[in-house]
């Protein structure tokens, strides 16, 4: 046996190298490299490899920039001979052989060492340090060694790591002894470098098997939890696994089929694609909860619920839009021009909307406001705010509310629920595609109020300029901000909404139309769409000025233009198929004579048109013809323009598919509606006269009301019944309201005052019974506008003397006389205007409500402000 007692250091960085293993070291000294390669071809390829010593703040991978002693001092003094079996590049394959201990320094580049061989022996008689002696027979060394073969085996059963070790081994050492075995258990253990350092450096055999088994042992735990891991991850990823493939397998038959569909990546990449264009506008708190919701989307199984339920959820919250706002035009004559356009009068409304963008110029944006547009159904509260969207290029939207009574709809369902959906506002945002829209709220006075809450007090939040920037639905629960958002809401009657409601909202009332308006109205707004709507062309038709009049005052007389409309189309359509008649006779072509084949009739302006879907206009006794001697147009005999049914058959007219030329179309003549010939079309008037009489009697009075439908005006009659000494009393009837009769009640007294005053020997009321009556009966009336009326009518019986021709009053009395102020002032003065009144008493402190209505209104009206009883009484029964 070759004995070296010097060779060239080696560093080993990880683990130490123990007899019988192989290892590959990295050399990247190139002094030293090159030393082992001159080793190697002088047939004396030998080695000292020593583990590299673990000291704090010290990388061993930079090793090689230490030299000499200083390389020495990191190195640990025991060792291990190798024999260097290859040199590929920078890399030496070594084999261990036997335990060197480093004595001294030789040479410093390349580190070079003399060493003294721990189981070596320099003669017979002298032994150096060796593996200490032991008895083989000791039963504690034997069990140890047994204790460490069957870990091993254990260990190797387990893992497979360790057989190529255990082949290596075997293969170079031959067989087991016990130091052996010591160093092949602590070589194939996967101890740490310091514990494996401990048993290359024990000589004593004993301790040397203690400590590998204890390294064996520690393998052993790690295999077994190595072991339980894998058994829990391969039973969880197996189900899944199993799935994965299958659902891979079906992704790549659907694709082979073109029936590919979104899965998750798919999903989450279009979620991603919404929100990158707005990434910067969107709020952080939102960006987070997106995120959050889609790392949880991949996460989730698209079968479970869940997903469903996150995949609606994120669908919601990237579409809406989050940020971005529509230009907003702050032109204030190009508003004014589209609200002309499409609303005839209205001034006060358009002047407040006017101000509101003229505020929006001046400030560089709009804020968002409350606007509460309120008056009768029909006076196009509706389309005032679709043009006011119009007018500012915002978008519009509108809900009603009549009759909502659940607050989700408002403020969104929690997700927890099945079905659940984010409130009207959020689906409004996510329809128009701005955060500045125009947003109407239909009937917001006819608010309902169930078992799921109340919507009125929901509402709030929506509304208050203070709160709806961080307006919170159930739903998203995050944060939207409204406050750009522009709110206009309608009511009929704003008595009904809320105080706190009504509170936030900026109310502009809409009175309704005289006669004057409604005639502009009809003439430049409902006839020009009504005659496009029905294809009627304007030189085929003529309705004249005395008909919408008559139309207005008799049949269409509340405060809108609604059923003023209805009432037009009526007239439109009766001539829409006067005119198909009179043209399917006339005209050329107008019947097909093969029954079988599509049907054909003559339009309005004389062309053949030919469709499936058309009406026919055959019956079974012949086709429908006018009469040749068809009447004029003024003609009030209904039946002298209605067509009669003709004897002769569908293969007596000429058909010019069947050859020759057609004959000229024949000029289809004007259709005239008149006051003479309305009825006709409308049928009789709804509406009479609301003046029954045209000059009061005694004990009749005209009253004015204010109704949900405008103003009107009312007649209070009084009569006598019955009269003895001390049989006063007074009788109510005409369904009059707690109100009403305590009116009544009050009049009575003020009239026996003010009579006692004027004729104080007219005992009238003392000895008479009154019945006091307001028609219609049908009717029901309340409201505290009628005791002057009352009063004077009962002055006007007790005194026999009828009141002013041409009069009529409003207002609530106190018992001492004073005259209360009322409201509905425009409705009334309109009422009394279209009943033919000249004389309106109103008390003075409604002088400021009247004097803002518009002079065509006060046209022609004397109009006197009283504050006590005595002026109307003064008024009513002057001698003049």
């Not at 090793?63 to 590929?88: C, M, P, W």
């Not at 049914?645 to 000029?667: C, R, W």
């Not at 009321?765 to 029901?780: E, I, Q, R, Y």
Request: proline share 4%; net charge negative.
């Amino acid at each position: 046996m070759v004995v070296f007692w010097q060779v060239l250091a080696l560093p080993l960085p990880h683990r130490p190298l123990f007899p019988g293993f192989y290892m590959p070291v990295y050399v990247k000294d190139p002094k030293l490299l090159a030393a082992l390669v001159e080793s190697q071809r002088r047939q004396a390829p030998y080695a000292g490899a020593f583990l590299v010593k673990d000291e704090p703040d010290f990388d061993t991978e930079k090793i090689y920039d230490f030299k000499g002693q200083e390389l020495l001092n990191r190195l640990h003094e025991v060792g291990t001979l190798a024999q260097i079996t290859s040199i590929q590049g920078d890399q030496v394959i070594l084999i261990g052989h036997r335990r060197l201990r480093i004595t001294e320094m030789v040479n410093e580049d390349p580190l070079t060492v003399k060493v003294d061989h721990l189981k070596a022996r320099q003669s017979m008689l002298l032994f150096l340090m060796q593996d200490l002696p032991y008895d083989k027979d000791d039963d504690v060394i034997k069990a140890t060694s047994f204790e460490v073969i069957s870990t091993v085996r254990d260990v190797l059963q387990r893992s497979s790591l360790w057989r190529d070790h255990v082949q290596t081994y075997t293969k170079h050492i031959g067989d087991f002894n016990y130091p052996r075995l010591a160093d092949f258990g602590a070589a194939i253990s996967g101890g740490n470098k310091y514990q494996s350092q401990q048993v290359l450096e024990e000589l004593d055999v004993l301790k040397r098997l203690q400590l590998t088994l204890e390294l064996v042992k520690k393998e052993m735990e790690i295999s077994k939890i190595q072991e339980t891991i894998a058994k829990a991850i391969e039973e969880k990823i197996s189900g899944e696994q199993r799935r994965y493939l299958l659902n891979e397998q079906l992704k790549a038959i659907k694709k082979e089929l073109g029936l590919e569909t979104d899965d998750k990546t798919a999903l989450t990449t279009k979620f991603r694609e919404r929100i990158e264009p707005k990434k910067d506008k969107i709020p952080q708190h939102v960006l987070q909860v997106i995120e959050e919701e889609l790392t949880k989307l991949q996460l989730l199984e698209a079968s479970s619920s869940e997903f469903n339920v996150t995949r609606n959820y994120l669908d919601w919250l990237t579409a809406l839009p989050w940020g971005d706002y529509s230009d907003e035009n702050f032109d204030v004559i190009r508003a004014q021009k589209i609200l002309d356009e499409d609303h005839y009068g209205l001034s006060d409304v358009k002047e407040r909307i006017l101000e509101f963008i003229a505020v929006g110029k001046l400030r560089g944006t709009a804020q968002g406001k409350i606007v509460c547009l309120s008056g009768p159904p029909g006076v196009g509260k509706t389309s005032i705010g679709r043009s006011v969207a119009r007018a500012l290029n915002r978008k519009f939207y509108r809900f009603s509310v009549g009759g909502l009574s659940d607050v989700a709809e408002i403020k969104g369902h929690r997700r927890t629920y099945i079905g659940a959906m984010p409130g009207k506002m959020v689906q409004c945002l996510k329809n128009v595609g701005t955060a500045n829209p125009l947003v109407l709220i239909d009937e917001i006075d006819k608010l309902g109020r169930g078992h799921a809450g109340d919507p009125a007090s929901a509402m709030l939040e929506l509304l208050d300029p203070e709160q709806n920037a961080n307006f919170l639905d159930h739903y998203l629960d995050v944060p939207i901000d409204l406050s750009k958002v522009l709110f206009v809401c309608t009511a009929n009657v704003i008595e009904q909404i809320p105080n706190p409601l009504l509170d936030r909202m900026e109310v502009i009332s809409i009175a309704g139309y005289i006669t004057d308006e409604k005639m502009h109205i009809a003439r430049d707004y409902l006839e020009k769409t009504t005659r496009e709507t029905c294809g009627i062309k304007p030189e085929q038709v003529e309705l004249s000025n005395a008909a919408l009049l008559f139309l207005i005052e008799n049949y269409c007389r509340e405060a809108g233009v609604r059923n003023l409309q209805k009432h037009i189309e009526k007239i439109y359509r009766k001539i829409a198929l006067h005119l198909v008649r009179q043209g399917a006779i006339d005209g050329p072509a107008s019947v097909v004579t093969d029954e079988s084949k599509a049907d054909c009739f003559i339009d309005s302006s004389g062309t053949m048109i030919q469709d499936e879907s058309k009406i026919k206009s055959e019956t079974d006794e012949g086709i429908l013809e006018e009469k040749s001697d068809e009447t004029s147009a003024g003609d009030t005999d209904p039946e002298s323009k209605s067509p009669e049914i003709s004897n002769e058959k569908p293969g007596d007219l000429k058909d010019t598919n069947e050859g020759g030329e057609a004959d000229e179309p024949k000029v289809i003549e004007k259709v005239v509606v008149d006051k003479s010939n309305l009825a006709d079309y409308v049928g009789k008037p709804v509406f009479h006269a609301e003046r029954i009489y045209d000059k009061t009697p005694t004990g009749v009075v005209m009253g004015l009301a204010w109704t949900a439908m405008g103003g009107s005006t009312l007649y209070i009659e009084t009569s006598q019944i019955e009269q003895g000494e001390g049989k006063g009393a007074l009788n109510l009837t005409g369904q009059l309201g707690d109100v009403m009769k305590e009116s009544a009640q009050i009049a009575l007294t003020v009239a026996r005052a003010v009579l006692l005053e004027k004729e104080p020997e007219n005992n009238f009321f003392a000895d008479s019974k009154v019945h006091l009556h307001v028609p219609a009966g049908a009717t029901p009336k309340d409201g505290p506008s009628a005791g002057c009326t009352m009063i004077t009518s009962l002055l006007s019986l007790a005194m026999k003397k009828p009141a002013k021709k041409d009069l009529a009053m409003t207002g609530e009395v106190t018992l001492t006389g004073k005259i209360l102020p009322i409201g509905g002032v425009k409705e009334k003065t309109i009422a009394a205007k279209r009943s033919g009144v000249k004389t309106i008493i109103f008390p003075a402190a409604n002088r400021r409500d009247f004097d803002e209505l518009s002079s065509n209104v006060k046209e022609g009206l004397d109009v006197h402000f009283v504050e006590d009883y005595i002026e109307i009484y003064n008024l009513a029964f002057s001698e003049e």
